[in-house]
């Protein structure tokens, strides 16, 4: 067995540094290209990476971590597991990934703790295991005709399972992956990398021995390349003896998120991950020197946390930031010239300690009166109807409206003629709310490219970039905004375009905002002050907007946290103390208010049980929930809430309009439930995706339900 190479990275960004896979993948899909296309683009990407990684000095390049869709995905097939409608499909990779006219695709979810979204794979009783080793083993060959020895990626036998609901399945699934090291091993691969970030989570008896049954018996296998599984997002905990206690030949850990392991680890290599992969900045050698030199195994490689999938590129085709912050930033070429740099370095005298920061407590929440005071003030004040109706937020986004914005930003359209067609489609966004007869309008958010980008574009201490972007899933993309410096609010960012709405119609209308946990949570955010504080920072510049806002004439606002479950540490015995200050930080955020304004809040996920106390917790006037999809289920829990509470009527993420009985019915159930006076009537989302005709003759038919429900009480 050689020795597993001195520096390595788990993993690349694969979208393309311009974005080239994105603008491949659609060209597919709209039939514009054909599919042998779209392999020749992920090849030269593919060849790109080794190319650029080996050009940087790495020493051990991962293959296989490309992916046309998802490598959650790919495991599905490389193991066989594809369910059965989806085999006579012209393209079953991509009918599982994003469905076809008759056939929903996989269910997509959140990749741990990232903005990641992975596929989850679909195992029953009926799924017959297969492998279909094609794609690691073509990467490999791909890689050697271009000179370069490769460590295949592949994710996890226990992971992989975790992720389906299926461990019970691990037996069959492992003389798969036994199969696949044979296969390896007689391509001449030397080291294979199994991914297993479940391991960093909390893990009952059962599964701990799962892993080491895993890793016993693929240790074991008769003809297999050396075996490093790893681990990131976190520490491995109780995972570490057992993975340990293995034949596995490395292990890989996490030393940015998680501590370096107690355990002696002679006999084994450690593949540390010294240099984040989770965010932007530049690593500081001293502490991952001293990280490196504090492990105790035979052989130690200098490695990045977890894969750079989830950081852009390249700082240096930024060319419009601040040349003292892009100092300070690293994309992936950047991290990987740091291992580089980290490996040869390692071990070279001994680094001083880091130097420690002393830890402001959280900024104390200025609580608002009780709930009753608040709805008695806030009633005399209104005036609503019974069952309120309103909508979450933004109007359809025209193509009009983004070619305007892009003329802004290249400097062919004027600033004052740009607000004058913001303003012209506020006007009609309430005029069109006016006719359908809502109680509660919004301005629709035409001025927003996004929810978090646009308020990052108004605080002092945010940048923006022009090339960063990563993979959210698929062909999507985000560019989270950097949170660099101190947060502050130089002047007010939406009372311009609220008070234009108000100004405009006798029906109130609703600020918008986002909350302080979402704002961070998609942004990559400082690493020297705790996420807490950077979130209370936040928090005191939204308190700045509501305040403004109330003062301007505004009386009911809502602040959005769609993110609030996305923060939630992995590890159970972190998760109070966040929901704890998150909580605090959303009522710091809203307690500026008086008890006449009427706060509101907005999450969007059916998943929201785990934090249904955090939810109630931020104490907000009205909550407006997904429950379109989750149904009488929420319902049940958010009941206790005792306040104000909108449970979407209708399903905003498909063109379907709902007919006005199926309102009715949901409406009906809702008020079995919940006392009539607390109970909103609003979609489920916002109408950002839609067209007006569709949002028009929706809307229509919830106001023609909630009418009807209206004249019997
Ligand atoms: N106010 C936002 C909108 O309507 C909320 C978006 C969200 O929940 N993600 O678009
Ligand atoms: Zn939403």
Redesign the pocket.
Known sequence: MSPFPTSTVLGYPRIGPRRELKRALESYWEGRSSRAELERVGAEIRARTWRRLAELGLAGLPSNTFSLYDQVLDTAVLLGAVPARYREAEDPYFAMARGTEGLAPLRMTKWFDTNYHYLVPEIGPETEFELDPAKPLGEVREARALGFETRPVVLGPVTFLLLAGALERLDEVLGLYEELLSVLAAEGVEWVQLDEPALVRDRTAEELAAVATAYERLGAAGSRPALFVASYFGDLGESLPVLAGTPVEAIGVDLVRGGVPEADLTGKTVVAGVVSGRDVWRTQPERALAALGAVRASHVVVSTSCSLLHVPYDVAAEDSLDPALKARLAFAEQKVAEVVALSQAAFRGTPPAAPSVALPGPVPAEERSPYALRAAAQAGHLRLPPLPITT???FPQTGELRAARAALTAGTLSREDYERRVEAEIERVIRVQERLGLDVLVHG?PERND?VQYFAEHLDGFAVTRHGWVQSYGSRCTRPPILHGDVSRPAPITVRWSTYAQSLTGKPVKG?LTGPVTIVAWSFVRDDLPLREVVFQVADAVRDEVRDLEAAGISII?V?E?ALRELLPLRRSAQADYLEWAVAAYRRATSGAGDRTQIHT?L?YSDADEILAAIDGLDADVTTIESARSGARILGAVEAFGRGLGPGVYDIHSPRVPGAGEVEELLRRTLRVLPVERVWVNPD????TRTYEQVEASMANVVAATRRLRAEL
């Open positions: 979450i937020g933004s958010e929810m918008m809502q959005d769609p907005h969007c989302c916002g109408l950002k």
